[in-house]
């Protein structure tokens, strides 16, 4: 009776095991097929991301995905000539990137000075003008920390304002199963 148990254990590993295989294949064939990873389109003399970029990479990779159980790093998706390179955090990072891919992070303004230190994502809704068509939308701003203190952005709508350093996010995940909202 134990040996037929353990044959079915061992025949259930080795299906896992395939499973992870095609999967981590799938995830291969995916970056290849969307040419990926991208070379960073840069503004301010080199020194930030363009969000215009970053923000096109992550949606359409995100459809690309899928059903699929692929759990993508921001290096499989950019590369960049420098790691002093500053990523934009844009709405669309916020509905896609996982949270804690971002916690704890260094923030930075536009000219590249710090503001504090990433804590959490959150959400308001827009609704009328034009979003009357669909009733409302869901945005994304974030919280930071400073000083022992916790600060907001309020309702902006995030595009080039706020960044972190390529070289702290670059191993981190950018995209998960259950991650895109």
Not at 163 to 180: C, E, H, M, N, Y
Request: glycine residues 8%; neutral net charge; contains cysteine.
């Amino acid at each position: 009776m134990s040996v037929v148990v353990v044959c079915l254990v061992s025949l259930g590993l080795d299906q896992l095991a395939l499973a992870s295989e095609s999967q981590a294949s799938d995830c291969s064939n995916l970056l290849s097929e969307q040419k990926l990873p991208a070379a960073f389109k840069t503004r301010k003399n080199a020194v930030r991301a363009q969000w215009e970029q970053v923000d096109k990479v992550l949606v359409t990779v995100s459809e690309a995905i899928g059903g699929k159980d692929c759990a993508l790093r921001f290096d499989q998706l950019f590369t960049a000539k420098t790691d002093d390179l500053l990523f934009p955090i844009t709405h669309v990072v916020m509905k896609h990137v996982p949270e804690e891919a971002l916690r704890g992070l260094n923030v930075y303004d536009s000219s590249g000075a710090p503001v504090g230190e990433y804590e959490g994502r959150v959400p308001h809704e827009r609704s009328g003008g034009l979003y009357a068509q669909s009733g409302s939308v869901t945005l994304y701003s974030f919280q930071y920390r400073k000083d022992g203190e916790m600060h907001s952005l309020g309702r902006r709508l995030l595009k080039d304002d706020y960044f972190v350093r390529w070289s702290d996010l670059k191993t981190r995940i950018a995209l998960s199963p259950g991650s895109q909202r």
